[in-house]
């Protein structure tokens, strides 16, 4: 199972989104909670900015990306470090029910620290035997290439090749659903940043990860309750 980070394991999108605020802000760039849900979900913070500054018609030069990027950063683990951030509601009985049933992985356009960080907050670290993030893909999320580089890394951790088409990926960005579908990964939607009905590629649809509703479209999966 590989699994998206925010918005999936933890309630983390307001922080992402005020942390741009706050950064954009120096930049003489006002960003609306709607414009941050609507367009910079399932990017990372390197599409999500040069989105934002192609959109508002300011050039991004290689100085004020730096500059942006490290902001965005810092910005973030204040508040990480401030605890405002929870885990989702179901998430640590999900994960806690499949993990030893299933090797597990997370997949991010978030940085590995703000992960770790959160991982270990929601005492949630010791499940996942894999982490890809922002650091270790050359294109990032919508692109696949971080889900194909998670199944690799899963495989090698379990001695075995696994094709798209033997893992879950778990997200709540339907563009993010959309493009790993077309590589032949399943995905199970969970609509905690978008409507259930903006899941259309998805191959299966819940509102939460709460054991119940994943058991009730998925009754075959393993998991101990």
């Known amino acids: 199972m590989l699994f998206d980070f925010d918005g999936v394991i933890v309630d983390s999108e307001p922080l992402h989104f005020l942390a741009f605020v706050e950064v954009l802000k120096g930049e003489h ?22 989105h934002v500054f192609e959109k508002h018609g300011k050039q991004l030069d290689p100085k004020t990306f730096l500059r942006v990027m490290t902001y965005k950063k810092e910005a973030m683990m204040r508040q990480i470090f401030d605890r405002k951030y929870k885990a989702l509601p179901g998430v640590e009985a999900f994960v806690r029910g499949v993990w030893r049933h299933y090797p597990l992985a997370i997949c991010s356009g978030a940085l590995r620290e703000e992960i770790e960080t959160m991982l270990e907050g929601v005492s949630l670290r010791d499940c996942f035997s894999v982490i890809v993030s922002a650091e270790d893909v050359t294109n990032g999320k919508p692109d696949p290439e971080g889900y194909l580089l998670s199944a690799k890394l899963v495989g090698d951790k379990i001695k075995s090749r696994l094709e798209p088409a033997d893992c879950l990926v778990i997200e709540d960005a339907p563009l993010v659903a959309k493009s790993v579908r077309t590589v032949g990964f399943p995905v199970l939607g969970v609509a905690t940043s978008h409507a259930i009905d903006k899941f259309d590629d998805a191959s299966w649809r819940v509102p939460s990860l709460d054991p119940d509703e994943i058991q009730r479209v998925l009754p075959g999966l393993r998991m101990t309750r």
Request: glycine share 10%; net charge negative; charged share 40%.
């Open 29 to 50: 760039i006002e960003l609306s909670e709607d414009e941050y849900y609507n367009e910079l979900i399932g990017f990372d913070d390197k599409g999500a900015f040069k």
